[in-house]
């Protein structure tokens, strides 16, 4: 079972970024799929939801309207497209895959985003 993050970087203020988890060894499409991130010396927080159905999404207050979370369940990738990125939004960001049905839950190992001019 692997999740790979990719796409992070070093973007300025009001930039964005795609972050992208390539899933393999379990059945993807039966997953309810998770964003974190983790900024230094702080807490992991959630920060985007994508139900197993695909259609049904979350985002805390901090990143709505800004963050999206999709998938293509035909690639098992599961994307964060990230707009109008603040400094406040670096961190390691990770994806996660759970399933509650068969009580699964996989992490992957993190991309690092670094929002700075």
């Known amino acids: 079972v692997q999740l790979v993050e990719s796409g992070g970087g070093l973007v300025q203020p009001g930039g964005s970024l795609r972050l992208s988890c390539a899933a393999a060894?379990?059945?993807?499409?039966?997953?309810?799929m998770y964003w974190f991130r983790q900024a230094p010396g702080k807490e992991r927080v959630l920060v985007a939801t994508l139900n197993a159905s695909r259609n049904g999404t979350k985002y805390p207050d901090s990143v709505r309207g800004r963050f999206t979370i999709s998938a293509d369940n035909a690639e098992s990738t599961v994307y964060l497209q990230m707009n109008n990125l603040k400094p406040e939004d670096t961190a390691v960001y990770f994806c996660?895959?759970?399933?509650?049905?068969?009580?699964?839950?996989?992490w992957g190992k993190g991309t690092l985003v670094t929002v700075s001019s």
């Open positions: 996660r895959a759970i399933s509650f049905l068969v009580g699964n839950d996989y």
């Open positions: 060894g379990f059945t993807f499409g039966g997953y309810h």
